[in-house]
């Protein structure tokens, strides 16, 4: 009968020794994570307005976060399309980013616009487009490469066909350089 009573005590013992043995947690160690949620692969988005696709956002990955925000690491192409929903102009970066909070696309790196319907080019390192106001812009270096001149300049806004575009400072235009 004695053994069969000091095995509860032995158990408690054993317990209170374990819990008693535990080391401190490294409170750094439970920082908060904000890498990505998820990643995605071969990303096709569209947007369509009365049943005809106003754009299209491809990339190769997607990285998502928590707060809305997305990445697109590997590149970002968007594609506009006209009232007939024929192709008309695209954006292409190196690297892309959305904010949620602000609504606001950003490429970086080699950042090309292609009005197709006009055959004008536009380059630069960084680029804006803003969805809600149909807007893209950058205060970076810009050249533009139209059928009879190439213009350059600082700072940049057009709407988001790159149709009709104004400069912040022109630094040079050279006629019929094509």
């Known amino acids: 009968m004695r053994n069969s009573r000091s095995l509860p005590f ?11 043995c535990r080391e401190d947690v490294d409170k750094s160690q439970l920082a908060f994570y904000e890498g990505p949620t998820r990643v995605g692969f071969d990303i096709v988005l569209h947007h369509s307005d009365s ?28 594609h506009f399309f006209d009232k007939d929903g024929v192709l008309s102009t695209t954006i292409r970066a190196d690297r892309g980013f959305y904010e949620k909070r602000t609504n606001l696309y950003r490429g970086e790196g080699d950042v090309r616009v292609h009005n197709i319907l006009k055959d004008q080019k536009l380059n630069s390192e960084e680029l804006f487009w803003d969805p ?19 213009i ?9 066909g790159f149709n009709d575009y104004t400069f912040t400072k022109v630094t040079g235009i050279i006629d019929n350089a094509l």
């Open 10 to 20: 032995v158990l408690l013992v054993c317990c209170v020794a374990y819990i008693g």
């Open 51 to 78: 049943a005809i696709v106003r754009t299209k956002l491809t990339a190769e990955k997607q990285l998502e976060f928590r707060n809305g925000n997305n990445e697109f690491p590997d590149g970002i192409v968007i």
């Open 132 to 150: 809600s106001k149909k807007k893209i812009y950058t205060e970076k270096f810009v050249t533009v490469e139209e059928p009879d001149r190439i």
């Open 152 to 160: 350059r300049g600082t700072g940049m806004e057009a709407d988001e």
